[in-house]
């Protein structure tokens, strides 16, 4: 008898080993699932990143727009131009939200500052935020969010201005 409790001692010990690396791949494959983009179903990758934000005339000179969706923030500058930045800090890529009664981004996790163009005011953050390219058709502010264009400052040319009729 010591020896069929033996060996079913052991069928018994590698049965739990089996299921315990079953159940773990399991876990895994629901964490990676969790973690992988999703794009929504009947458009493309490339229709999903194309966000229509609004006619030009609904944003205000100096105010900043939060698109959820598109995880990006739309700011129309003073001069009338748009700048689309992303929302998360060049330092740990934090969330950065908009406060608007210190006109600036200020990041939660380790008080970076940035302007109304991204740029930074305050570090430990390295780099002004990162943009996604801004098109303007018809009087229509659509921005393009396949690909963020790392930047190290805020420059002229990175502005998309309205075209005056």
């Known amino acids: 008898m010591d020896k069929e409790t033996s060996s079913r001692r052991s069928f018994l010990n590698k049965l ?7 159940a773990f791949a399991e876990l895994l494959a629901m964490v990676f699932a969790f973690f992988r983009p999703r794009t929504p179903r009947g458009t493309t990758a490339s229709e999903a990143s194309i966000i229509t934000a609004g006619a030009v005339d609904n944003f205000e000179p100096e105010t900043v727009t939060a698109f959820v969706r ?3 923030y739309l700011a129309r500058l003073e001069d009338g131009g748009f700048l689309a930045m992303s929302r998360r800090c060049t330092h740990l890529s934090c969330t950065v939200p ?4 210190d006109n600036k981004f200020i990041c939660p996790c380790h ?7 991204g740029e930074v005011a ?3 953050a390295p780099r002004a935020l990162d943009l ?5 058709q018809n009087n229509v502010v659509r921005v393009d969010t396949s690909k963020a264009e790392r930047r190290s400052v805020f420059a002229a040319n990175q502005v998309t201005y309205p075209k005056k009729a």
């Open 122 to 124: 305050n570090p430990p």
């Open 70 to 72: 598109g995880k990006f």
């Open 16 to 22: 739990w080993l089996v299921l315990g690396g079953v």
């Open 98 to 101: 908009w406060v608007a009664s």
């Open 132 to 136: 996604y390219r801004v098109e303007i």
């Open 111 to 117: 008080s970076s500052e940035f302007d109304i163009r």
